[in-house]
DNA sequence: GTAGGGTTAG
């Protein structure tokens, strides 16, 4: 079949004039041709029908149906039908149809039914249940429909591609896309203002913005509602600016905006932050006589909050005289983002209605806040209050226990997921990979990744840096090769795995190399962070002169994390001189930096400097400096157990120390010796040995270890690196109690398993 | 006798 379809030749090569196989190698084609049959005989009964019509019962039947409100009453009306034998009438059965496809409460199934009892159903009943299929979400559906269609016979008009297209998700629009615009060409309705604003939708929904832009200039006629379509469009793709620049646009071609065009504007303005053109418009708005106008409203709220002025959201806010779920939302998302989550969550408290996306927005304003437990525990509320969650707040429930290294209540989101129907779309994928990877349990990282259809820069970022903190970075380093070869390409973030995956392995030249690659193969200029982590493999790997060149001949000034890295060396190869260097610089950009100090006076310690030690520590307390507290989280039974060094506050507390003093014992026995020498305090042998006994891992595992039925694996998140001695003798745990130990710090995990670590003792 | 553009969250 040759098509006379006129197009740019470059543009749209699947269905250009000169390619005419298209439409009969096409899947829609083939599904067409399997399905095509000889229209169905005519109905007999149009007669009686109209004869039964006038019945008064009928008459009665009519009436009802026409106040039809839900199913159940439908279904009602549907047996009286059959059974005074209305239901031969083709206006009343299309009216039940109509019913289904097109009210809140109608059912497709029970419109499936009924249609395929039509002995003569016509194109508006197809285009109904197009539309029906659509307004629910099931686009494949909705194009199965379609495709019966065209194989019955039936030539679609200009109500049909804009219900279809309606409901198309990107992958529907990626894959059937360009050939559902092959048939709005076929059928000489791709000029139709509705078919074409429905296109331009489905392009924008693709991401393929720019041949959305191609009809959009191609149109003799451009309207208010062309002109949204097509700003909505780029606010879709993320190209605010091009948006803000097409609403000049329709300025200058004194085109009358609409509310809607205000709306898409705004929050053009509100996702790139810029305050003062949203003001600005703000001002023409007021000039308009559009407000009051609730919609609007929201989206000058929104787009003040999400510029950070809180004032005049707040004002706006307090002076509107209605205000629904979404104004409300967006306050309370506002105070989330701005730092003041106790203010938001009591405004969120305060708010008539709730609906997904509100608890949504709680949830990761607790995230953002680094409050993971309360996130958690305003999810567990979410479900009391009934409210279903969907893949937006998945992410952020899942986002939570990767925090918190909650393995456990991450698997448990995951079942719950599969039974609420909740789907693994590219983000909560990519949100299970980084859970499933900051737990430590990067198998099931590794299947999340494999079952995902659409991968993008975050889903191989995710995979990659999972593996490298995970010991497994020959796979990380593999991963990477594999995605060079796909269409998707790293950025700053995926380069900072790669590097830390070769830090982890101690593989300097590779690193090198990559680090170089970075900039010529990829154009991505190094940041400090990158620096950072060429200086890590480096110092590491006992490079600690070049290191120190390195950061040099930085072409920006380092910061903390560099010189951490440098300093965090100089412990693994005892080199005092260059601590001493480090930590001045550290100290001098950051002079808070307690960690430094511990780093520092730990180098001392392991070198018998005592003297040294003492004045570290003197040093911090006319600075008023303390040391973080080590902190360890274990989760047992779907709740996370939070322990410090020394800690006595847990319930179980008694039977935790008893259990540690056994396992000194036995450990002692295996051959396990205290390394005391990272003792911070200077104080005898013995109060040493008892101030890494009560180190917060220890704690943790010993309650592990009581709690948790042999073979289940011990899972715990540490705040602090981990110390040499606790280091050592979770390996001898692992090896005396036969348990697999898994340890996430503050760099990377730590697997022990027969006495042995995954990272070599390489840390 | 049906329809096109929009806002709150990752």
Excluded at 124 to 147: C, K, T
Excluded at 199 to 217: H, K, N, P, Q, V
Excluded at 472 to 492: C, H, N, Q
Excluded at 745 to 761: A, K, P, Q, V, W
Aim: hydrophobic letters at 40%; a negative charge.
């Amino acid at each position: 079949m040759r098509l006379p379809i006129p197009w740019k030749k470059n543009r749209l090569p699947p269905f250009t004039c000169t390619n005419h196989l298209y439409f009969t190698t096409s899947n829609l084609t083939r599904l067409i041709t399997m399905l095509s049959s000889p229209p169905p005989p005519p109905s007999s009964n149009s007669l009686a029908s109209t004869h039964l019509q006038s019945s008064p019962q009928n008459h009665q039947l009519i009436s009802i149906l026409e106040q039809c409100r839900t199913m159940k009453e439908l279904k009602q009306i549907h047996s009286q039908m059959i059974r005074t034998g209305l239901i031969r009438s083709p206006v009343e059965r299309r009216r039940l149809l109509s019913f289904c496809c097109t009210q809140q409460s109608g059912e497709m199934d029970y419109a499936r039914l009924l249609f395929d009892e039509m002995p003569n159903p016509d194109l508006f009943d197809w285009n109904s249940m197009i539309r029906g299929y659509s307004n629910r979400h099931f686009p494949e559906a909705a194009v199965l429909v379609y495709v019966e269609m065209l194989a019955r016979g039936f030539v679609p008009d200009d109500y049909t591609f804009p219900f279809l297209l309606k409901a198309f998700t990107r992958d529907a629009a990626v894959e059937l896309g360009d050939e559902l615009h092959a048939h709005a060409l076929k059928f000489g309705l791709s000029s139709n203002a509705h078919v074409r604003n429905a296109l331009i939708r489905m392009y924008s929904t693709s991401g393929e913005i720019d041949t959305a832009r191609e009809l959009f200039e191609r149109s003799s006629k451009r309207d208010a509602v062309m002109w949204n379509a097509m700003i909505s469009g780029y606010n879709r793709s993320k190209q605010f600016v091009e948006s803000l620049k097409l609403f000049e646009g329709m300025m200058k071609a004194s085109v009358p905006p609409t509310p809607v065009t205000y709306i898409s504007v705004l929050s053009a303005c509100a996702r790139s932050k810029h305050l003062e053109y949203g003001a600005r418009i703000h001002g023409v708005i007021k000039e308009s006589g559009m407000l009051p106008n609730l919609k609007i409203e929201n989206a000058l709220i929104d787009m003040y909050a999400e510029c950070g002025d809180m004032d005049e959201a707040w004002r706006l806010f307090e002076g509107m005289k209605v205000q629904d779920v979404i104004s409300w939302t967006a306050v309370v998302a506002g105070f989330a983002d701005s730092g003041e989550i106790d203010r938001a969550r009591m405004l969120f408290d305060q708010m008539p209605e709730r609906d997904s996306i509100s608890w949504t927005a709680m949830i990761d304003g607790y995230v953002r806040a680094s409050r993971f437990k309360e996130a958690l525990e305003i999810f567990r509320v979410m479900q009391v209050a009934n409210v279903r969650p969907d893949e937006f707040t998945m992410v952020g429930v899942l986002a939570a226990c990767a925090q918190l290294g909650a393995l456990g209540v991450g698997e448990w989101m995951r079942l719950y997921m599969e039974r609420n129907k909740i789907r693994i779309d590219i983000f909560v994928g990519n949100a299970l990979i980084d859970m499933y990877s900051k737990c430590g349990s990067v198998e099931r990282a590794l299947e999340i990744f494999n079952m995902m259809h659409r991968r993008d820069k975050y889903t191989w970022t995710a995979i990659i840096m999972g593996l490298a903190v995970n010991g497994r970075e020959e796979e990380a380093l593999d991963l990477f090769s594999k995605m060079l070869g796909t269409s998707v390409r790293p950025d700053e973030i995926t380069y900072i795995g790669v590097l830390s995956a070769c830090t982890h392995a101690g593989l300097v030249d590779e690193g090198r190399e990559f680090f170089s690659s970075m900039i010529t193969e990829h154009g991505i200029m190094p940041n400090v962070a990158h620096y950072g982590c060429l200086v890590d493999l480096l110092a590491r790997a006992g490079q600690l002169e070049e290191a120190l060149e390195t950061i040099n001949n930085m072409p920006m000034k380092p910061n903390s994390t560099v010189w951490g890295a440098l300093l965090g060396a100089c412990r693994i190869h005892r080199d005092v001189e260059m601590a001493e260097l480090a930590a001045e610089h550290l100290l001098e950009l950051d002079p808070e930096n307690n960690a430094a100090y511990v780093l520092l006076s730990n180098i001392y310690a392991k070198c018998g400097k005592w003297d040294e030690v003492r004045k570290v520590r003197q040093m911090m307390m006319d600075r008023g400096i303390k040391k973080t507290p080590g902190c360890s989280l274990i989760e047992v039974n779907g709740e996370v157990h939070e322990f410090v060094a020394g800690d006595r506050s847990h319930p179980g507390s008694d039977r935790i120390y008893s259990k540690l003093e056994e396992m000194g014992k036995e450990l002692k026995f295996a051959g396990y010796v205290p390394d005391t020498s990272e003792v911070f305090l200077d104080v005898g042998e013995e109060e040493k040995e008892n101030a890494v006994y009560w180190h917060s891992e220890k704690l943790a595992i010993a309650f592990g270890l009581i709690s948790l039925q042999s073979g289940v694996i011990i899972r715990v998140v540490k705040n602090l690196r981990m110390c040499f001695d606790c280091h050592n003798a979770v390996q001898f745990v692992s090896a005396v109690y036969d348990r697999e130990i898994v340890v996430r710090d503050r760099t990377r995990f730590h697997h022990f398993r027969g006495g042995l670590c995954s990272c070599n003792d390489y840390w």
